[in-house]
Nanobody, 117 residues
Framework: QVQLVESGGGLVQPGGSLRLSCAASGSIFRLNSMGWYRQAPGKQRELVATITSGGSTNYAESVKGRFTISEDNAKNTVSLQMNSLKPEDTAVYYC???????????WGQGTQVTVSS
C-alpha cells in the first residue's frame, strides 16, 4: 500500500500564491505517476496536474501558466506551486499516485484551498 499526506492548503487572497506538498510512503516502488486533483462544492473531481516517473507533466487548461508541478524523488514528495490564484481555484485538493500494479490510483485525504478576499 501507499500512503499520501498532503500539506500546504489554506486561505489566500485572489492573486496570491500557495504551495501544496504531498509526501508518499509505503510501497512507492509501485508508483508510475503522481498528481493533483481538485473538487469544488457541487462539482466533480477534476485533474489539475500530473507528473510521470519520467518527469513528463500535464496540466488542466485552466491552470496552465499559473501552476507548476514538481517532484523530489529523494524525499518522495510532489509539490504544486500555485500562483495568480483565482476564486474559482477554491476546492479541496487531493494528491494522487498511479499504481503500476493495479492501474488504480491511491488518494490522499485532501487539503482545502480557499481563494477569497
Amino acid at each position: 500500500q501507499v500512503q499520501l499526506v498532503e500539506s500546504g492548503g489554506g486561505l489566500v487572497q485572489p492573486g496570491g500564491s500557495l504551495r501544496l506538498s504531498c509526501a508518499a510512503s509505503g510501497s512507492i516502488f509501485r508508483l508510475n505517476s503522481m498528481g493533483w486533483y481538485r473538487q469544488a462544492p457541487g462539482k466533480q473531481r477534476e485533474l489539475v496536474a500530473t507528473i510521470t516517473s519520467g518527469g513528463s507533466t500535464n496540466y488542466a487548461e485552466s491552470v496552465k501558466g499559473r501552476f507548476t508541478i514538481s517532484e523530489d524523488n529523494a524525499k518522495n514528495t510532489v509539490s504544486l506551486q500555485m500562483n495568480s490564484l483565482k476564486p474559482e481555484d477554491t476546492a479541496v485538493y487531493y494528491c494522487s499516485a498511479g499504481d503500476s500494479w493495479t492501474n488504480r490510483p491511491f488518494w490522499g485525504q485532501g487539503t482545502q484551498v480557499t481563494v477569497s478576499s
